[in-house]
């Protein structure tokens, strides 16, 4: 059963993903740690099989359902862990049971890795990228942990032997074969060959001799028996779009990220200040211990010595004491912490705030959870006998070893006013300028896709039971395309976050060149009953001719599904100039040469109505990826006799093309007849609505 398969991804055991072509940039002037480079998924949730690359910021984009939010919840349950059931195998169906190796996969690919990360990455940490494969199986409910290491030759092999007599022969082995490793003798352990061992890998002078070792063995790097040496290098918070907010930062509850975020701190506060109570009070303590123990004896001894008495004439030789024992008496102070919040000077509990506010307050606490410079320097202190150059230098080393921070934030538009919903994508763009932050959102909001993030977007879209991801940039479409960089470049500078964001998010697009075009096509289709919104189909006015190419390319880049209205403008010239032959001739010229320069680029696409190939001057042709009007969508509802009246008694004459009168010709549209509804406004409406369901090649025209 392949990936794509009913009931579960089926793992195979084979070596974690590489990153051929890296997305991550380095930067040499900052402070850069540890990055997530890519994250591949099998088999989880929603997500049969998808790898994405990753930036300093990533937006994941797409309709409902696609996966966005299955690879954020992937990516926590590698580093943070957490108990996954048969509900989260991709495939599973409630009621039947998962195909025996059905299992979950999430590999990660670490990239930007330091001096600092290294050394505590080991032998994973050896190459420019550490890779790393999670895996749980449903069948026995394991949780296994891969990664690619670089080790001595032949290191692997012994580290995995048991047996005394096999890694003893095998060490002595190795020593004829590699110089630099000591003779432990007849006797040695394993311990002392795995240290020796260890020793030869740190010493840098044999780094050119180590191995590839796929698949090795790491679940002590997540804290599977020991340390979870990932979380030092690296720690990953997900802001998730529903949950229990108040709950979470309200109080210092079990388990709340406000316990996480203050518990330990707050422990150690009152411990302190109570061992300082009890060496202040010590005399009285011991004063009332004293009394307590006297009270006790005097009163237990007169049982005893009824216990006794009974118990003589039962076992003549036996007799009980009952000693009382007085513990160390210790002050009743376990201190709880709620969460205020003041607005104006008005404060509230947490739980009395709006929704908005209480996210706000859980970013920003579950930010605070990674240890970073301020608090670091805030808890570092000089300790007993340390001069102040050796505390500055523990604090060098402190600073240099904090981990990075991944923040995942799922919908972080959710209960947020526009004007906070812009601020807060303007803090998360600047959040992940700093060497040590990345950034990764899964959003429906057009906020969060900001121009300078257009390389950063992963557009999801679910076909057929299976998640697929686009990205693209700048260079890439202009490779593409044949488009100036430099114009793409302005394009996406002027055009995001505007309302052609939105079409990064619909299911299919339909560009036009005018208000008026999107006016009459969205009101048409709603009068046939064929709603364009209501089918995720968003028509978006890109203000020219000449902005269509760029904007058809951007689309099409990251897989949106695009049909172009294109005005074949064949009428323009004659009703401008109308007395000037000379000045006619010439702009019928230039128009001819624009819409020759779009046909030329417009996809293969079968004629719904007219002929194709499309020449200057045909009649108006109506295809599956395209429409190309004689002259512009005026012209043709020049054709709708009712609707001229309509707009006409709203002031708003056909004839006068003016962008102004938006409003009117919605409503003489919505008001119109459709009995006398034009045949190439039909045609062309119906076809939007099927559209993508059709085919939609993106290759240039042809004869057919």
């Not at 002590?220 to 040496?229: A, E």
């Not at 009246?645 to 919505?670: D, E, F, I, N």
């Amino acid at each position: 059963m392949g990936p794509h398969a009913r009931g579960g991804y089926r793992c195979e055991e084979r070596p974690g993903p590489g990153l051929s072509n890296p997305t991550t940039t380095h930067h040499a002037e900052r402070s850069a740690r540890v990055k997530i480079g890519r994250v591949a998924v099998k088999g989880f949730r929603s997500l049969a099989e998808v790898t994405i690359d990753l930036d300093d910021y990533a937006a994941f984009i797409g309709a409902n359902g696609s996966g966005k939010s299955s690879v954020l919840y992937a990516l926590d349950w590698f580093f943070n862990g957490g108990q996954l059931t048969e509900s989260d195998v991709h495939g599973h169906v409630e009621g039947q049971s998962l195909p025996d190796g059905a299992c979950v996969e999430v590999a990660v690919t670490l990239t930007d890795i330091s001096r600092h990360d290294r050394v505590r990455l080991g032998p994973y940490g050896r190459s420019e990228r550490a890779e790393f494969r999670k895996t749980w199986r449903a069948q026995d409910d394991k949780t296994k942990v891969v990664g690619n290491a670089k080790q001595g030759p032949g290191f692997a092999e012994i580290r995995a032997m048991t047996k005394v007599g096999d890694f003893r022969p095998a060490y002595e082995a190795l020593r004829r074969s590699l110089a630099g490793l000591p003779d432990l003798g007849r006797l040695a352990g394993k311990p002392e060959i795995e240290a020796v061992l260890a020793a030869w890998e740190d010493n840098p002078s044999n780094a050119s001799q180590f191995v590839e070792v796929s698949d090795a063995d790491a679940n002590h790097m997540f804290g599977i028996n020991g340390p979870n040496v990932i979380k030092e290098c690296l720690r990953l918070i997900l802001i998730p779009a529903g949950t229990n907010i108040a709950g979470q930062i309200g109080g210092s509850g079990k388990g709340s990220a406000l316990s996480q975020l203050i518990g330990a701190v707050m422990a150690d506060a009152s411990a302190h200040a109570q061992a300082e109570w009890l060496a202040e009070n010590a005399e009285a303590i011991a004063k009332l211990k004293s009394k307590v123990k006297d009270s006790v004896e005097a009163s237990t001894g007169i049982q005893a010595r009824r216990i006794n008495a009974r118990l003589a004439s039962l076992v003549p030789n036996a007799s009980v004491t009952l000693t009382p024992e007085v513990p160390d008496w210790t002050p009743k102070a376990d201190p709880t912490v709620t969460t205020r919040v003041t607005i104006d000077g008005v404060a509230n509990d947490v739980s009395r705030q709006g929704h908005g506010i209480q996210r706000a307050v859980m970013i920003s606490m579950f930010q605070a959870l990674v240890p970073d410079e301020e608090l670091t320097r805030g808890l570092h202190a000089p300790l007993e006998g340390e001069d102040d150059a050796a505390a500055e230098q523990r604090l060098a080393k402190a600073l240099e070893a904090l981990p990075s921070l991944v923040v995942c934030v799922e919908e972080p538009e959710i209960y947020q006013h526009p004007v906070r919903a812009r601020s807060f994508a303007r803090t998360l763009t600047e959040l992940s300028a700093h060497g040590s932050v990345q950034i990764v959102v899964a959003t429906h909001s057009p906020y969060f896709v900001r121009p300078e993030q257009f390389d950063s977007l992963r557009r999801f879209t679910l076909t057929g039971g299976a998640t697929t991801t686009e990205q693209a940039t700048v260079t890439s479409i202009a490779q593409q395309t044949g488009i100036a960089p430099l114009k793409i470049k302005s394009a996406v500078e002027r055009m995001l976050p505007t309302e052609f964001s939105e079409g990064f998010f619909s299911d299919a697009v339909v560009l036009v060149e005018g208000p008026t075009d999107r006016v009459a096509i969205e009101a048409i289709a709603s009068l046939l009953g064929c709603s364009l919104d209501a089918r995720g189909t968003s028509v978006l006015d890109v203000s020219s001719k000449s902005a269509l190419h760029v904007s058809h390319a951007i689309l099409a880049a990251l897989g949106v599904p695009t049909y172009i209205v294109v005005d074949g403008d064949a009428l323009g010239a004659a009703r401008k100039h109308p007395s000037d032959a000379a000045k006619q001739a010439e702009v019928d010229a230039s128009h001819k040469q624009d819409t020759d320069k779009i046909v030329a680029w417009l996809p293969t696409s079968t004629a719904v109505s007219g002929a194709l190939p499309y020449g200057y001057g045909n009649p108006t042709v109506i295809a599956d990826c395209f429409a190309v009007w004689n002259d512009d969508i005026e012209e043709e509802l020049l054709a709708w006799g009712s609707f001229c009246a309509q707009a006409s008694a709203c002031g708003a004459p056909v004839g006068a093309r003016t962008s102004k009168h938006q409003l009117a010709y919605k409503t003489a549209a919505l008001a119109a007849d459709l009995t006398d509804l034009p045949n190439n406004l039909r045609v062309a409406v119906e076809t939007l609505a099927r559209f993508p369901r059709q085919q939609t090649s993106q290759a240039p025209q042809v004869d057919p």
